[in-house]
């Protein structure tokens, strides 16, 4: 298992609320990326970094927001849920040079009522 | 842009035969291609990757992957599935230059019968 961790694993939440995904690698990668997964299965790119202070919207446009001050940190924020954002949200990061794979954290799994 | 397609949505197979899951690809340049697999309510885990070298790839748990370019596939093969292999595989490529995002497949799930 590689060391990065996604809280919380589950979470429901009403609509309208704020809520905020925690992503955290140990492994010093650059490089950090958001996917949603659709009850189909396919993994969408919505949110990626290359570095602290680095953010940029992914292939699959959405209402959330991510920042990264820290190298190890990539959190997610939603500022007012919705049913449409019910999904599996899935955190990864990788070295800027080399090897190229990505590590993936257990996702959150995200239920708005 | 690049593009991966897994043509089967389920690959049934008995256990202890060989599993083949499927994988075509198009990209720019000599692709880096990847397979991944998925277990449920779990993360992707890494299982092998081509960037150059031998076509047969090695990887985790007994899998490995052959890269044809002639027909820009990347199939993974097992020659004996364990029940334990069931779960979702994707398959991943990227360029060889430029950005480090990865176009990901659908996904193939795959069910070992006892």
Same mark, same amino acid.
């Given at each position: ?9 589950? !979470?429901? $939440? ?6 905020? !995904? ?12 958001? /996917? ?9 790119? $919505?949110?990626?970094? /290359? ?38 949200? !899935?955190?990864?990061?990788?070295? !800027? ?17 | 842009? @690049? %593009? ?20 075509? *690809? %198009? ?6 291609? +990847?397979? *991944? ?17 031998? &076509? ?10 052959? +890269?044809?370019? %002639? @027909? ?7 020659? %004996? ?8 595989? +994707? ?8 950005? &480090? ?6 996904? &193939? ?6």
């Amino acid at each position: 298992e590689a060391d990065i961790y996604q809280t919380p694993r589950y !979470l429901v $939440i009403g609509t309208g609320k704020k809520i905020t !995904l925690e992503c955290s690698q140990t492994m010093g990668h650059d490089k950090m990326y958001w /996917y949603q997964q659709d009850p189909g299965m396919e993994l969408h790119l $919505i949110h990626y970094s /290359y570095g602290v202070n680095s953010t940029e919207k992914g292939d699959l446009s959405s209402e959330s927001t991510v920042s990264r001050i820290r190298t190890e940190h990539f959190p997610l924020t939603l500022e007012s849920a919705r049913p449409s954002h019910t999904s599996q949200y !899935l955190c990864a990061s990788s070295e !800027l040079t080399g090897s190229y794979e990505q590590y993936f954290g257990p996702g959150t799994r995200l239920t708005v009522t | 842009a @690049q %593009s991966v397609a897994q043509p089967e949505d389920q690959v049934n197979v008995a256990e202890g035969n060989p599993l083949t899951v499927k994988c075509t *690809y %198009s990209v720019s340049g000599n692709p880096y291609l +990847f397979w *991944y697999v998925q277990y449920p309510n779990r993360g992707l885990q890494f299982l092998l990757k081509y960037i150059t070298g031998d &076509n047969l790839v090695k990887g985790s748990y007994g899998f490995e992957a052959e +890269f044809n370019k %002639s @027909q820009t596939s990347f199939h993974l093969k097992k020659p %004996s599935a364990l029940v334990s292999d069931s779960a979702l595989y +994707f398959c991943a490529v990227r360029p060889p230059r430029g950005n &480090n995002r990865l176009a990901f497949g659908k996904g &193939n799930q795959v069910v070992v019968i006892p």
